[in-house]
Nanobody, 116 residues
Framework: QVQLVESGGALVQAGGSLILSCAAS????????MDWHRQAPGKQRELVAS???????NYADSVKGRFTISRDSAKNMVFLQMNSLKPEDTAVYYC??????????WGQGTQVTVSS
């Protein structure tokens, strides 16, 4: 089991930047992958970025070149650096720990609002 706590969400103007943080209650190197997902009002939750235990990263096409996922294994933290933010990036962002193909844990979410 793992508890996740996100932080860093805020109101920001279009073109601005934010860094989201996710603190895990156990070593993230024991977790298969750490993901960031987001859910906008009236839309399904979608995968934004992921980083595997080996450090391999993947991104949704909509954020490639603008968002960067990273981690600090010593502090059991995962980050999402978001640049060139757009109004369509407005959503609740969730940290997710993939323990196995059938088991994962979610944080409580952090709100990101991008004004035009």
């Amino acid at each position: 089991q793992v508890q996740l706590v996100e932080s860093g969400g805020a109101l920001v103007q279009a073109g601005g930047s934010l860094i989201l943080s996710c603190a895990a209650s156990r070593s993230i190197l024991t977790i298969s992958a750490m993901d960031w997902h987001r859910q906008a009002p009236g839309k399904q939750r979608e995968l934004v970025a992921s980083i595997s235990r080996r450090g391999i990263t993947n991104y949704a096409d909509s954020v490639k070149g603008r968002f960067t996922i990273s981690r600090d294994s010593a502090k059991n933290m995962v980050f999402l650096q978001m640049n060139s933010l757009k109004p369509e990036d407005t959503a609740v962002y969730y940290c997710h720990a993939v323990m196995s193909p059938s088991t994962g844990y979610w944080g409580q979410g952090t709100q990101v609002t991008v004004s035009s």
